[in-house]
């Protein structure tokens, strides 16, 4: 079989069928995900449950994995392989964890519009994240076409960002939520990554208008005029109009491209269990994320 594409939006994000993740991909199958990655940015895929064995070896085949923070901040987790990220509410332990913890706190990090990994140098490309568990309400996730928002920028913006750069930093948005307790020798281990605004995407040969939650600064510029209108390119970019809303299903996996899109979840009971396992990749020379 071969893939099936159904549009879920007017700008972007489809609906992906006719392959088997479970199985080893063939470079025929690697080519066309990655060619309506470049079209579609957002892929869902209903109906797949993976092992977690299953998704990493999916994910490999796109290029190398990602750590994320994981790199930095060793924390006892639940799933075998770290490769593996546990987005869920459920403690090292296998319990949901308590309202106050650093697992929650990550979580409501994620709760903020921002790009896989972007305070990394290299970034992360691909995100695959697949549903193993769902609250009864809330917990969808929404992504943001900035490949659209930067095609709906006023002529006067291109003009005054297309060579502007911005500081992405892990902690600003741990730091926005309360959480600033950390010693001088970690904030050293993660040092800021820097990214143009404006980015021309490699697969598809769009502009877009890269921002996000994790960009503090504007290279040059003083901090409170750089954070006003980063936060004015945000609000641009996550306008109604750019988003798609997953509504999640056990057994989904959607996969986004962290250099076209922002994302992030929405409220929910935390005191219920959500579990998603995450995969991403590192935005290296030697993914192969080209549909040649
Ligand atoms: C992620 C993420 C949001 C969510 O997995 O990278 O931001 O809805 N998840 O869990
Ligand atoms: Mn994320």
Known sequence: MSLTLQPLHPLFAAEASGIDLARPLSDADLKQINAAMNQYAVLVWRGQPLSGQQQIDLTKAFGPLDLGLKKVFKRKERLEDEHLIDI?????????????????????????????????????????????????????????????????????????????????????????????????????????????????????????????VHAREIIGWPTAEARIYLSDLLEHATQREFVYRHEWQVGDLVMWDNRSTLHRGRRYDIAERRELRRTTIEDVPEARLMAA
């Open 88 to 212: 869920s509410n459920v403690d090292a332990e296998g319990q949901v964890a308590r309202r106050d913890s650093p697992k929650n706190l990550s979580n409501f990090a994620n709760q903020l519009w921002h790009s896989d990994s972007s305070f990394q140098d290299p970034r992360a490309a691909y995100s695959m994240l697949h549903a193993v568990v769902l609250p009864s309400w809330g917990g969808t996730t929404e992504f943001a076409d900035l490949r659209a928002a930067y095609d709906a920028l006023p002529e006067r913006t291109r003009g005054e960002i297309e060579s502007l750069s911005a500081e992405h930093y892990a902690l600003h948005t741990r730091i926005l939520l309360g959480d600033e307790a950390y010693t001088d020798d970690q904030k050293k281990a993660i040092p800021p990554a820097v990214w143009p605004l404006v980015q021309t995407h490699p697969g598809s040969g769009r502009k877009l208008l890269f921002v996000g």
